[in-house]
T-cell receptor, first 114, second 115 residues
């Protein structure tokens, strides 16, 4: 299994509060991704990183920000959480951006915004 | 942008039956990669297979087989002699050329295998 750890694994919080999810990898992979999984939508890309301090937006980036100060850590922040951001969040890593490289996923974080 | 459609939302079979999960994709690129992932009830996502657009050979891995047909833009997944442990949500995904940063997933098919 790829060395990917997501924390926390579960979180319940209230609307309007800030939330930060952490993804930690031990594979020294350059590329890291944050997805959200919702029924009927599969997985959708929120943001990704192609190196330390290098990030870009994905398909559903509104309301989210990310940071990557070290190769091994990729943080996802909800500045002011809304109920529509209740979801399961997955971090993924990839060795390169070549399309033939599969992404490997963490175990997910279940986030509930009340 | 590329698109992946998994029209089967849920499938239920009895153990030992064969089952095929459908995946239809759309892309304007001539070079692309298709993937299948499995998400068991425990929730993690497990990579199963990758196929590139230039290789239309079918692939078999134990009870699993994949049928890639460019003519119909399909990449279907068949489980032979299904087992209860095959119960999971299965996702098909597509990446175009040098853009693994924009992998698109289908909505997933939930497979339930009953004993």
């Amino acid at each position: 299994d790829a060395g990917i750890t997501q924390s926390p694994r579960h979180k319940v919080t209230e609307t309007g509060t800030p939330v930060t999810l952490r993804c930690h990898q031990t594979e020294n992979h350059r590329y890291m991704y944050w997805y959200r999984q919702d029924p009927g939508h599969g997985l959708r890309l929120i943001h990704y990183s192609y190196g330390v301090k290098d990030t870009d937006k994905g398909e559903v980036s509104d309301g989210y920000s990310v940071s990557r100060s070290k190769t091994e850590d990729f943080l996802l922040t909800l500045e002011s959480a809304t109920s529509s951001q209740t979801s399961v969040y997955f971090c993924a890593i990839s060795e390169s951006s070549n399309s033939n490289q599969p992404q490997h996923f963490g175990d997910g974080t279940r986030l509930s915004i009340l | 942008a590329q698109k992946v459609t998994q029209a089967q939302t849920e499938i239920s079979v009895v153990e030992k039956e064969d089952v095929t999960l459908d995946c239809v994709y759309e892309t304007r690129d001539t070079t692309y990669y298709l993937f299948w992932y499995k998400q068991p009830p425990s929730g993690e996502l497990v990579f199963l297979i990758r196929r590139n657009s230039f290789d239309e050979q079918n692939e078999i891995s134990g009870r699993y087989s994949w049928n890639f047909q460019k003519s119909t833009s399909s990449f279907n997944f068949t489980i032979t002699a299904s087992q209860v442990v095959d119960s999971a949500v299965y996702f098909c995904a597509l990446s175009e050329r040098w853009n693994n940063n924009d992998m698109r997933f289908g909505a997933g098919t939930r497979l339930t295998v009953k004993p």
